[in-house]
C-alpha cells in the first residue's frame, strides 16, 4: 500500500496559500502529519479525501489516481474529519447498522458481524445500545473510528481527533489508532507532538502549506544531535537570553525558574550543557527555520 503526493498546490480565493508544492510517500502504518492550526493540514487531509481539489499536482493511492478517480478511492477510504455530526437519540448499534447500508452492506447478517467487529474494536461493545449524542467527547471519536471501519478501508485519515480530549480518553482513543495501524495506511493529522511519538513510525512537519521535513522521528532526533543545549535561568533573564541565542522551547520549573532549550551548532557558553533531542526539538527547529 502507498499513498504519493506529487507537486500539490493549493491557492484560496483570499490569497492563503495552503499547500504549496508537497511532496509526501505514504506507505502502510501510522504516518504523523505534524503542524500548528493554519498549517495547511486540514487542506491536506481535505484534498486526499477527494473534498476539495488542488491547483496542481497529482496523488495516487495503489493503483488509483485519486483526482480523476474520486469514487475509486472513496470505496476504499476512511475518514474522520475535525468535526463531525452524530444522529440524537439513536444507538450507535442502530447508527452503524444505517451507515453500513449507506455504505452499501446490504446483506443484514454481514452488517450484523460486521458491526460487532467495530464496536468490540472501539471498545464500545458494551455502550451500544446508548444514544451516541450522550456518549462522552472521547467515545465520540471513538464511535467515528467504528464508523469509517465499517467498509474495512485501506486508506484512513483521522483530522486532530485528540484535540479537547481528557488524558484517559487520548489515551484509550491513541489504543485503537495504535490497533488499526498494523493493517492500514492510516494518516493521523495533529498539532500535537506527544501524539505523533507515541503512535508513528513516520511523520512529517507540515507549516505555512510546506513540508519542513519527512522521516523517521529516530532521523529527525539524530540530524539534532550534538545541537541541542540547555540551562536554567530566572524568569526575568528570558528576554535577554531570548536576543542573545536560538531559544526554541521553554519549560517552567516549580521554583519558578525556566528550562531553556537552544538550538546551536557549538556550546553557546560554558553555562550550557548538551542536551539529548527529542521529537520536540525537531519540531520546533523545523518550524524556526522556516521564519
Known sequence: MSLKISGLTKTYK?????????????????????????????????TIATLQTPDSGSITFNDINILEDKNALRKVLGYLPQEFGVYPNMSAETLLDYFAQLKGITNKTERKTIIKEVLELTNLYDVRNKSVSGYSGGMKQRFGIAQ???????????????????????????????EIGTNHTVIFSTHIVD???????????????????????????????????????????FDSFNSKYNIISSNFNQDNTLNIRVHSDEQPDETFVKAKPILEDVYFVSLKGDK
Open 14 to 46: 483570499n490569497g492563503v496559500k495552503a499547500l504549496d508544492n508537497v511532496n509526501l510517500e505514504i506507505g502502510k502504518g501510522m504516518f504523523g502529519l505534524l503542524g500548528p492550526n493554519g498549517a495547511g493540514k486540514s487542506s491536506l487531509m481535505r
Open 195 to 237: 501524539d505523533v511519538r507515541e503512535l508513528c513510525h513516520e511523520l512529517a512537519i507540515l507549516n505555512g502549506g510546506k513540508i519542513l521535513f519527512e522521516g523517521t522521528p529516530n532521523s529527525g532526533e539524530e540530524l539534532l544531535d550534538g545541537k541541542i543545549w540547555m540551562r536554567i535561568i530566572n524568569r526575568d533573564e
Open 148 to 178: 469509517l471501519l465499517l467498509n474495512n478501508p485501506q486508506l484512513i485519515i483521522v483530522d486532530e481527533p485528540t484535540a479537547g480530549l481528557d488524558p484517559a480518553e487520548r489515551h484509550r482513543f491513541l489504543n485503537v489508532l495504535r
